[in-house]
């Protein structure tokens, strides 16, 4: 599957620093009825960013004007623990989240993400914390996620450099989920197959 390339991203990070923010808070477990991925975005973080009126809560930081429509959020320790549900990604893919930056990730839901085209950045505690100040202030909120020179850039020029495993950079930068980034390796596949045959002519 071809998924959107991840290069230069700019816009909104929206802090949301509580810890052990698990998928059951990011995607209902009643938005997992359907058949298909649609609609997803209208259940994320639903308890949180809808009153019992079916209102938006206005003191939701996704509902607030300064960072509606955000592209990146940064997040507290241990984000995405719980359940394995790959909803969860989905639903934030659909709302234009592109990047969370964090201190550490559940690991199912870290695959998750590096599955359908989401960056994970991975800072050190002070660092994400020092981030969620610049980003909790709305003149602050604008930055620039630059995968390419492994960077992200505040609004008031400061560069913040992140390290990124190299294999899911480049599926990242191609838009390549697991089975495409397989595909690039389709001749050297074929190769071995031959060899292996060649060496063990009773398999065919």
Known sequence: MSLQPFTQVSGKAAPMLAANIDTDVIM??????????AGL????????RFLPS??????FILNQPGWQGASFMVVGPNF??????????????????????GSSFAGIFYDNCQRNGVLLITLDTQQVQELGRTVSEAAGAQIEVDLPAQEIR?????????QIDALRKDALLQGLDAI?????????????EQRH???NPWLS
């Open 28 to 37: 209902p477990k009643q938005f997992l009825k359907g058949i298909d991925r």
């Open 80 to 101: 995405g623990c719980g359940s394995s549900r790959e909803h969860a990604v989905w639903g934030l893919k659909q709302m234009g989240i592109r990047a969370l930056i």
């Open 41 to 48: 975005d209208r259940g994320l973080f639903f308890d949180l």
């Open 197 to 199: 045959l060649q060496a």
């Open 154 to 162: 505040l609004h008031d020029g400061r560069a913040v450099p992140f």
């Open 54 to 59: 079916g209102e938006p809560n206005p003191q």
């Open 180 to 192: 495409g980034s397989t595909l690039q390796r389709s001749a050297q596949i074929r190769e071995f």
